[in-house]
């Protein structure tokens, strides 16, 4: 099991390059974030590791298998999940309800997606298992719609855990969530299984540094270095391009 490889992937629109020979490995239970300034590719990156768009150039291999010309349909059912900056939820059905549809649709089942999986105790002990591991067991049975906004953001991260993802992508986890309920997300993130294979796509450095083993540092389509925390911190290129500065 080798994970997510990622080699000489160039990615450009017209004369315009996003995306320029970057190499990238994922490996069973890494935790690396990227980082990086405004238009430095992240959100290219990511899309085209999960098959939003097609390369431009270079190959993305999952366990050495080429999925570079794949769909994106196909590498969620490869086991190659992201979590979107804006949450992608149904506001006025449950969280339970909302877990329990990508459950059933996993599980072709999607025909009773708004009926209790009655008679079905697998599935319901897996809802109430993710409702257990983010901590929703108090909201499980209110509208999401109801729900403070970082509480919003770790029901959309339950719902990405029920497709049984290998590679999961956290795209801006706390994007528009008050520091206050931060430590939802951190706290979320630290106990995804270990096995997984975790990329975090944020802005917020101190989540960053809290969660990461390692960081990548992205700029302009390329990677500038890559490296644990304390590495990074004190690297002074990162610093000043990145750090020290304004974050997008």
Partial sequence: MTGLEVRGLSKRFGGLVVSENIDFDLKPGDRKAL?????AGKSTFANLVTGILAPSGGEIRLDGR??????????????????????TLFPRLTVRDNIRMPILEREGRGYRLLRRADGEAGIEAEVQSLIDQFEL???ADKPVRDLAYGQQRLVEMALTLALKPRILILD????GVP??????????????????????????????FRVARKIVVLVQGRILTEGTPSEIAANAQVRELYLGGGHD
């Avoid at 980082?35 to 238009?39: A, D, K, R, T």
């Fill in 35 to 39: 980082i990086g300034p405004n238009g």
């Fill in 137 to 139: 067991g108090d909201l």
């Fill in 172 to 175: 801006e986890p706390a994007a």
């Fill in 179 to 208: 520091s206050s309920e931060t430590s939802l997300i951190t706290r979320a993130i630290e106990r995804l299984p270990q096995d997984l294979a975790v990329l975090i796509i944020e802005h917020d450095m101190d989540l960053v």
């Fill in 66 to 87: 080429d999925i570079s010309r794949m769909g994106e349909a196909h590498r969620v059912k490869l086991g190659i999940a992201k979590t979107f900056q804006i949450t």
